[in-house]
């Protein structure tokens, strides 16, 4: 994993490369997810709970770059960054489905 | 990435530290000078008087001076000056010929107490360094996204780099004179560890300031994609009356700082915004300077009603979320800080862009050590060389350039303040093919040497173009500006110093090369 570019094969670049687009998008969806549904279901006046779902996504997008380069192989960094993504998602759409019933 | 948790980690660091890296270098480098911004703009323009007026003298003459010039104007604001910035700013905005057009806006500087308009020289001042540092000289807004986004680039290495840290403690009293490699990691941890309070802070504040732009997810969702709701919910100050369309005289401005320190219970007032000044519809807000708190409240303001004068609202204490935001936005700005903590500010800045620098020059040094004994490094490690040198030694070129190009550009040349950011980047360029030209060693040999003159020259050019010299300064006791000329002359010293340790290592190098290397290195630091 150091700097001998050469001798690496491509099937391991490649899947570097995975795992960045995985840290970069797929972490700030996951941030993006969190800062949502955090905001959703804090109990604080609107504007205060969007400010605080923000103040904390960024420690959301650290877990997850850490995340994407600290698991074995790259298809787990997609793999636990889908599963918070869709119980996020499932969080925040319940909050929305609740305030509009 | 098989091998365990901090080995990936480490891996992170490397790499996220090496393509951002000179990126960081800059951006940190460029933030510091501006904790600086106000006594480097009073260098820059030393033609404004650097007197102190009462706010209500100066509130005057801002306001005569407005009601004869900018009469038709649909707003009005007026920076008082403060103790660092003793300039009086007035600007105006044209009511819009169009409907939901931003009207053009004007300013002007003020002397606060005849208000007289000042001719000083035209400069960007330490604004420049301000404004580089997080919108890197590109169109709006891709410079805030790139920069926030090596922000983020910066806490994952920070944290990572911590991780990644064994003994952090241990390693923190260990430091290792002249043993090249093992010198440079020595002094990396020593520098991340001992500010790394602030560097987290700094790093984690400069996210929180741009997270309206970069994460607006809750926002949209919250609001349902009215941001401008957002916005009036948190700043309900901001909000411009109906015209009226009836004349109307604005009430005298200056009885207002004294109404909205009772309000306050403290504190001072820094800026006065007009809307609809000579209407009856007029409002007056008035915003209330940082520089006594910590926590900058942002949307801190007293409304009056401007031809009675009468209270229309104050802005509610903050709340906590409201608060954490607005604790980290003061302490990365650092208003707040007085000489010596604002003095502390630059120095741990200072500490910070060190570590960024000592990271890069050991990404290169431990892999050129496989490189010792062939004549021409690979091409991938030729440019890191390059862009070490150029993003290091260049930038501190550049910067003296700018110093340099504000005291020889000629007074009445047009677009004078473009001219001194021209003379910035194209000496910056100028190091990168220096550097392309040019054999490692000697490339940061010649730069440093050339940063050493130009840095210590900058008293003395000061002396030769202009009557601030530091003998005049020194005796009046105005401490910016021989601080400046003291500053500039104690980092020609240091520059003097690199530069020879440098030419040195070069000779040492070439005379015993298969010295002891540092094996244990290979392992502990990627």
Redesign the interface.
């Known amino acids: 994993?150091?700097?001998k570019?050469r001798s690496l094969p491509m099937s391991y670049r490649l899947a570097v490369t995975s795992r960045v687009l995985a840290a970069v998008l797929g972490g700030y969806i996951v941030?993006?997810?969190a800062?949502?549904s955090?905001?959703?279901w804090v109990p604080?006046?609107?504007?205060?709970?969007?400010?605080?779902?923000?103040?904390t996504?960024?420690l959301a997008?650290?877990g997850a770059?850490?995340w994407c380069?600290?698991c074995?192989t790259a298809l787990r960094a997609w793999l636990g960054l889908a599963l918070p993504c869709v119980i996020l998602a499932v969080v925040?759409g319940l909050a929305?489905w609740m305030d509009r019933t | 990435m098989k091998e365990g948790f901090r080995q990936a980690m480490a891996w992170l660091h490397t790499w996220a530290g090496l393509i951002f890296g000179w990126l960081l270098f800059a951006i940190f480098l460029t933030g510091t000078l501006a904790y600086f911004k106000d006594e480097t703009s009073h260098w820059m323009k030393p033609e404004i008087p650097a007197r102190s007026v009462s706010s209500d003298v100066s509130l005057n003459v801002a306001q005569n001076y407005l009601e004869q010039h900018a009469g038709g104007a649909s707003r009005w604001l007026i920076e008082l000056p403060t103790a660092r910035e003793p300039g009086l700013s007035v600007r105006w905005q044209q009511t819009p010929t169009q409907r939901g057009e931003r009207g053009q806006f004007t300013e002007k500087h003020l002397d606060p107490q005849t208000g007289a308009e000042v001719q000083g020289r035209e400069s960007t001042g330490g604004e420049f360094f301000y404004r580089f540092h997080f919108q890197l000289q590109m169109p709006y807004p891709w410079g805030r996204w790139l920069s926030t986004f090596a922000a983020m680039v910066m806490f994952v290495a920070l944290i990572s780099g911590i991780i990644t840290h064994k003994k952090i403690f241990k390693d923190f009293f260990t430091f290792r004179p002249r043993k090249g490699q093992r010198t440079w990691l020595d002094g990396h941890n020593a520098v991340g560890v001992l500010v790394l309070p602030f560097h987290l802070m700094i790093t984690y504040s400069s996210l929180v300031i741009f997270m309206v732009m970069v994460m607006p997810a809750s926002i949209l969702v919250s609001y349902k994609g009215d941001v401008r709701g957002f916005y009036d919910e948190l700043f309900p100050a901001s909000t411009t009356p109906q015209l009226s369309g009836q004349p109307a005289a604005l009430a005298p401005l200056a009885p207002l700082l004294e109404k909205a320190r009772e309000q306050w219970g403290d504190g001072r007032v820094a800026r006065l915004t007009v809307n609809n000044p000579g209407d009856a519809s007029a409002s007056v807000v008035l915003v209330r300077d940082g520089s006594d708190r910590v926590v900058h409240d942002f949307g801190s303001a007293v409304t009056f009603q401007g031809v009675s004068g009468q209270l229309l609202g104050a802005t509610p204490q903050a709340s906590l979320p409201r608060a954490i935001a607005g604790s980290f936005f003061g302490l990365h700005m650092g208003h707040f800080a007085g000489p010596l903590m604002r003095g502390l500010y630059f120095i741990f800045g200072l500490a910070g862009t060190a570590m960024i620098g000592t990271g890069l020059v050991i990404w290169l040094g431990k892999r050129q050590l496989k490189h010792a004994k062939a004549a021409a490094l690979p091409f991938e490690l030729r440019l890191v060389q390059i862009l070490n040198i150029a993003s290091m030694a260049g930038l501190m070129l550049a910067v003296a350039a700018f110093f340099w190009a504000n005291r020889l550009l000629p007074l009445g040349l047009t677009g004078r303040a473009d001219w001194e950011v021209n003379a910035f980047f194209i000496v910056w360029g100028l190091s990168v093919l220096h550097a392309v030209v040019r054999p490692g060693k000697q490339a940061w040999f010649e730069q440093l040497a050339l940063a050493a003159v130009l840095f210590g020259g900058v008293p003395l050019l000061n002396a030769l173009t202009t009557s601030y010299h530091l003998a005049v300064t020194l005796a009046q006791g105005d401490w910016a500006m021989a601080g400046f000329d003291l500053t500039c002359l104690a980092t020609g010293v240091f520059f003097a110093w690199a530069a020879w340790k440098m030419r040195r290592a070069g000779q040492v190098e070439g005379v015993s090369r298969p010295r002891a290397q540092p094996m244990a290195l290979e392992q502990e630091a990627h």
């Open positions: 994993m150091k700097g570019a941030a993006a997810l800062s949502v955090l905001s959703s604080m006046a609107r504007a205060d709970a969007v400010v605080t779902g923000m103040l996504s960024f997008y650290l770059v850490i380069f600290a074995r925040s929305y």
